[in-house]
């Protein structure tokens, strides 16, 4: 399901500003997008059909998700392979006397702890692995 549009969600908020944040989440808080961003990350530069293989997706599915991750700056496309442009996205939502959100993506984030070395997906299927083998038992 693609993230609705800019006019859309103008129409809904009647603020530019608050729907253009919440186009952005989204876009790049949707599971689709975090899987797509993982596969990215831990395979390099890939083509829309290595994705949709790499992830057992539909190509017209992840064709669109990268496509809306370009539009909003998280993905590049160069002679037909997609690469991640950021390395760190942060999201803030809060109450303050109202909804506030704000958003920024960081292009050169700092290693921390060596966390990298295995994608969250990948760890947590692991972890459910680990749940699932100890529940047959």
């Not at 952005?24 to 596969?39: G, M, Q």
């Amino acid at each position: 399901m693609p993230a609705p549009s800019r006019a859309e969600l103008a129409r809904l908020f009647d603020d530019d500003e608050l729907a253009e944040h919440v186009r952005f989440l989204e876009i790049a808080a949707s599971w689709p997008s975090l899987r797509i961003l993982d596969y990215l990350y831990r395979e390099g530069a890939s083509s829309t059909g290595d994705v949709a293989r790499g992830l057992n997706i539909d190509m017209r599915d992840a064709r669109d998700r990268l496509e809306e991750l370009s539009a909003v700056g998280m993905v590049d496309e160069a002679e037909g392979t997609w690469t991640a442009t950021v390395d760190r996205v942060d999201i803030t939502v809060r109450r303050n006397g109202g909804l506030e959100l704000s958003s920024t993506l960081g292009g050169d984030a700092d290693a921390e702890d060596g966390a990298a070395e295995a994608g969250f997906f990948e760890r947590l299927g692991r972890r459910l692995d680990g749940l699932v083998g100890r529940a047959k038992r």
